[in-house]
C-alpha cells in the first residue's frame, strides 16, 4: 500500500513557475513509477510525466521542454517542476506510483489545485 500526498499547487501567472512534490509512504519508494497526471473540468485525465524506477522520463508533448520531473527516493518524493506556464496548463495534478508485480497496481494522489490566470 502506498499513499500519495501533493502539494506545491497555486494560483501563479503565466510564463511563471511552480514546483509540484509528491510525498509518499507505507512501501519501497525506489521500486514504483511515478508519474503527475492532469484533470480540468468535463476532461479525462490526462498524462503529463512519468519517471520509471530507474529514472526514465517521459513527457506529454504539450509540456516537453518547459516541465521536469524528477524523483528523490532518499525523501519518498517526486516532484514536477513547471516553468513557463501557460492558461491552458491550469488543473488539478494528480501524483501517480505504479508497480507490476503479477499484476498492474496503481495508487492516486488527491491532487493539487494549479491555476495560471493574470
Known amino acids: 500500500q502506498v499513499q500519495l500526498v501533493e502539494s506545491g499547487g497555486d494560483l501563479v501567472q503565466p510564463g511563471g513557475s511552480l514546483k509540484l512534490s509528491c510525498a509518499a509512504s507505507g512501501s519501497v519508494f525506489g521500486a514504483y513509477d511515478m508519474g503527475w497526471y492532469r484533470q480540468t473540468p468535463g476532461k479525462q485525465r490526462e498524462l503529463v510525466a512519468t519517471?520509471?524506477?530507474?529514472?526514465?522520463?517521459n513527457y506529454a508533448d504539450s509540456v516537453k521542454g518547459r516541465f521536469t520531473i524528477s524523483r528523490d527516493n532518499a525523501k519518498n518524493t517526486v516532484y514536477l517542476q513547471m516553468d513557463s506556464l501557460k492558461p491552458e496548463d491550469t488543473a488539478v495534478y494528480y501524483c501517480n506510483a505504479q508497480i507490476t508485480i503479477f499484476r498492474t497496481i496503481n495508487y492516486w494522489g488527491q491532487g493539487t489545485q494549479v491555476t495560471v490566470s493574470s
Open positions: 519517471i520509471t524506477s530507474g529514472g526514465t522520463t
